[in-house]
């Protein structure tokens, strides 16, 4: 590899940005969302950096995406993808930011902020010692978001309520590296109080009994004034998936949006949406936007810009929170309902068009799949593209649909009107479930009585979490219907994934579940151009179908952890599946939108005493 060009420095960015930068660069884009996202530490080498709020980065080179329906939902105006590293023009769109500031020198075991090491420019060493300095291994979070460096002056002089530091003694950090256990390091200062190991720390209360209270440091977002916090503070390991997790949402891509006029017009829609009709006119003619287009005339552009625009008003007008969570829960379900209105029907290859939505029957007749499977119909997804955005993030616990806007940490300072996202594209196959014999299942007492015990479980952790709040506790989605289509796809995903070759990581689900809505979309998708794996509109090829299905139902009719597992009548963390571990039903946390919750394999099999309350027992004979 040949040496690194020299960079143009920027304003306000320390030297060791342009490392970060080097190593983000190696950072996918899509990563920039799911993994190391706004608010999020990147390790680098032996240095520890957060990635800065959407409004520091350079966006100038960042692409547009466009997916109308989902920036309606989000209330914002449109996505951008996160600018790549490019070293060729020494940009780097994204920025980051040192953090945590403390460090520990395993030599001379000072521990103190990274600056008072006097490091060399460009590494991460202690001066005195040339030996190579280790972040904080330990930080300190709150659930709305705030983080800190974690307290150890506070921590090793217990109690002691003056300011940090107020013993003027230098903090020593010492791990003995025979053992992982927290009582292993051990936290002492040359004023001579006693060391105090971090055993304990993580306890809910400990830092609070301490007198430790949360700060309100937002030190992701650039200029961020303090802000006040009531909320316990937590320790959290760095490294810990605690520290952060996306707050993601994503659409399907479908007609009109996916093609046509609305297609042609939006990779330009920021460019026109401030202009009048003679001026769109203009463009037109200029970048030449209907060459080799005979089916539309300026005209269309200008209508399509007109309507986009009117929908995009009603959708980014100012209102208070609680109008855009009551907002934003109905565009989703809107969302969600368009899409199984358009894979219900067929959307075959046009040549003409430039598609990204793509889906037909099957050629073979699935009257063997209607009849024995209770399926109503098979849909090939030949092409679809779906674009994922980061909203926010949470800290510390899980991101819940009942979290009070408190816990949404933001991505800027203002409230944003673009937000981070890439588009991802694959295939997929979709199956409805048959109306008539699913409503008659659903009604069953067992059924009702299996998806009641969920649902009052899943609705006393959300009013829990939504704790005194004003918001309204979301209902949870859990019925019959929902745990039978969830288990459904995780035991196709699982059998596709065993018996196509398929990591199953790579398969995902979408579920349509509601009064008018039976259905599962089981797909694979990649940023990557080079497009989706390939041959799972394959596995929807009926008599193929037929056999994965079945194959997938004997499969999903024992589980290693049996009896254990069918008894269960609350399993998992908060006890939000039925019959479902580990060993059966659960998938890599990629391939799930539900969390891995609200699973019961008791829906597709019945259970040992009555296996004719399985909505597919027919099937298993
Ligand atoms: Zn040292
Ligand atoms: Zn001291
Ligand atoms: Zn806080
Ligand atoms: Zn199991
Ligand atoms: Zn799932």
Redesign the pocket.
């Known amino acids: 590899m040949g040496p690194v060009p020299p960079r143009t420095r920027r304003r306000g960015l320390p030297s060791t940005a342009a490392r970060t930068a080097r190593k983000l660069g190696e950072i996918r884009r899509a990563q920039l969302i799911t993994t190391y996202g706004v608010g999020a530490m990147i390790a680098v080498e032996n240095e520890s950096f957060l990635v800065r709020g959407i409004d520091s980065w350079d966006i100038s080179e960042a692409p547009f995406i466009s997916e109308p329906r989902l920036a309606w939902q989000l209330g914002v105006a449109g996505f951008r993808m996160p600018p790549a590293p490019d070293t060729d023009s020494a940009r780097d769109g994204v920025r980051a930011v040192r953090f945590p500031e403390m460090y520990s020198c395993p030599t001379c075991h000072q521990l103190q902020p990274f600056r008072k090491f006097n490091s060399p420019t460009g590494r991460a060493e202690c001066s005195t010692c040339q030996e190579s300095l280790v972040p904080s291994r330990f930080v300190m979070a709150c659930t709305h978001g705030h983080l800190e460096d974690f307290p150890y002056w506070k921590w090793v002089?217990r109690g002691n309520r003056t300011e940090s530091g107020g013993?003027g003694?230098q903090l020593t950090f010492q791990a003995d590296g025979s053992t992982a256990s927290l009582r292993a390091v051990q936290i002492g200062?040359s004023?001579g109080?006693e060391k105090v190991s971090l055993e304990g720390s993580f306890r809910r209360q400990a830092l609070r009994e301490l007198g430790i209270r949360c700060s309100g440091r937002r030190p992701w977002i650039k200029d961020a004034a303090a802000e006040v916090c009531q909320e316990p503070p937590r320790t959290l390991q760095r490294g810990s998936s605690s520290v952060w997790f996306p707050v993601m949402h994503s659409a399907l891509s479908i007609p009109p949006w996916s093609q046509g006029i609305a297609k042609l017009v939006a990779p330009h829609y920021n460019d026109l949406k401030d202009e009048d009709a003679a001026s769109i006119k203009v463009y037109v003619r200029i970048r030449k936007l209907l060459l080799h287009r005979p089916k539309y005339t300026d005209e269309d552009v200008v209508a399509e810009v007109e309507r986009r625009r009117a929908a995009e008003t009603v959708a980014t007008e100012p209102v208070d929170d609680t109008e855009a969570a009551k907002r934003a829960g109905d565009y989703r379900r809107k969302l969600y309902e368009g899409e199984y209105r358009s894979l219900s029907k067929p959307h075959p290859e046009d040549a003409e068009e430039d598609q990204e939505f793509v889906c037909v029957p099957p050629v073979a007749s699935i009257d063997a799949l209607r009849t024995s499977l209770g399926l109503a119909q098979v849909m090939l997804v030949k092409r679809l593209r779906e674009v994922r955005v980061l909203q926010s993030f949470r800290r510390v616990e899980e991101p819940s649909p009942a979290d009070s806007q408190l816990r949404q940490a933001a991505i800027s300072l203002e409230k944003p009107s673009w937000l981070p996202a890439f588009e991802v594209s694959g295939e997929g196959v979709f199956l409805r479930l048959d109306p008539e014999r699913l409503r008659s299942w659903e009604e069953q007492p067992e059924q009702v009585a299996r998806a009641t015990r969920i649902r009052e479980n899943h609705e006393r952790l959300l009013s829990a979490r939504a704790g005194d709040s004003d918001k309204q506790v979301p209902p949870s989605p859990a019925t019959p219907r929902f745990l039978l289509l969830h288990a459904l796809a995780h035991t196709l995903i699982n059998e596709w994934s065993l018996d196509g070759g398929y990591p199953a990581a790579s398969l995902r689900e979408r579920l349509y579940s509601d009064e008018d809505m039976a259905g599962v979309l089981i797909y694979t998708a990649t940023s990557d151009s080079a497009g989706s794996l390939g041959g799972v509109v394959a596995q929807g090829e009926p008599d193929r179908l037929a056999v994965s299905l079945r194959a997938a139902l004997h499969r999903a009719s024992w589980c290693s952890n049996d009896p254990l597992c069918m008894e269960s009548q609350a399993s998992g963390a908060d006890s939000l599946n039925m019959a479902a571990c580990h060993a059966c039903l659960l998938l890599p946390e990629t391939s799930c939108e539900n969390n891995n919750i609200l699973l019961d394999r008791a829906t597709l099999i019945g259970t040992p005493e009555d296996q004719s309350i399985g909505f597919f027992h027919d099937a298993l004979r």
């Open positions: 002089h013993c003694g200062c004023c109080v």
